[in-house]
DNA sequence: TCCGATTCTTACCTTTTGGTGAGTACCCGA
DNA sequence: TCGGGTACTCACCAAAAGGTAAGAATCGGA
């Protein structure tokens, strides 16, 4: 999602970050606890390794996502979340649970 | 944004319904009170009309938003948000009581 | 020597989203 | 008769997001 220059509330700058079709979904499984690359193209199924990579970077680059480098043959990359993605994460905490108790009904609106 | 037929967590289907660039930031001026077309065409700057219609058509099919018309001339059209809405605007506080705290760390990111 | 595992990287293309500008319909008041 | 105000609607185009598929680098083991 392209970004404003300023967000007009605290709102706005939330989605600045987790915006998008995959970022909210990364935030919880990394919140789960520490993943690799191949875990998190796993668990995301239909994700593309692009999509994937550049997600993760822009959350990297936002402070949300740890990366650690392995020097190993194979490579092995970890990600895991920062404190600051974390704390992202709790404050999602309400929308998630207000999701769970809508799903049937937001999911039976398309149909 | 386009939907997914099947949510994986409650996240997801929340942001099913609020994601995209408009509709968290219409939610909130709606939670403000009652508000005409014009109003919220001045009140969310840099939209266009036919975003506007369109974002507020899709929240009053999902039944987050109640649309009034009065059959007056100049013609009255009245927005306000269901039940429904203000339940989740309510579990959005969080996410933007999250996003006040860090918005300025946030913008500063993309300078 | 060739294959497999793993994490990317790149080029190219399609789909989706968003913006522009014009037009419609209505009635009122100048 | 003409312009103003309101809430759209439509056709067309541009920008952004997202997908596909191929390739690169590395080393161990068959």
Redo the contacts between chains.
């Keep these: ?1 392209k ?1 404003r ?13 987790v ?1 998008g ?1 995959w970022k ?2 990364l935030l ?1 499984e990394l919140d789960q606890g520490v993943r690799r690359f191949g875990e998190l193209r796993r668990a995301l ?1 239909g994700i593309s390794e692009k999509m994937l990579i550049q997600q993760l970077r822009e959350m990297e ?3 949300l996502v740890h990366r650690e480098v392995f020097r190993e043959v194979p490579p092995r990359v970890e990600y895991s979340l920062t404190d ?1 993605g974390r ?2 994460n ?14 049937a ?3 039976a ?2 149909l």
């Design positions: 999602m970004r220059r300023t967000y007009v509330c605290g709102l706005d700058a939330a989605f600045g970050v915006g079709k909210a979904l919880w199924e680059h936002d402070g600051f704390s992202l709790k404050a999602m905490e309400p929308l998630g649970d207000w999701g769970e108790e809508h799903k009904r937001i999911e609106l398309h």
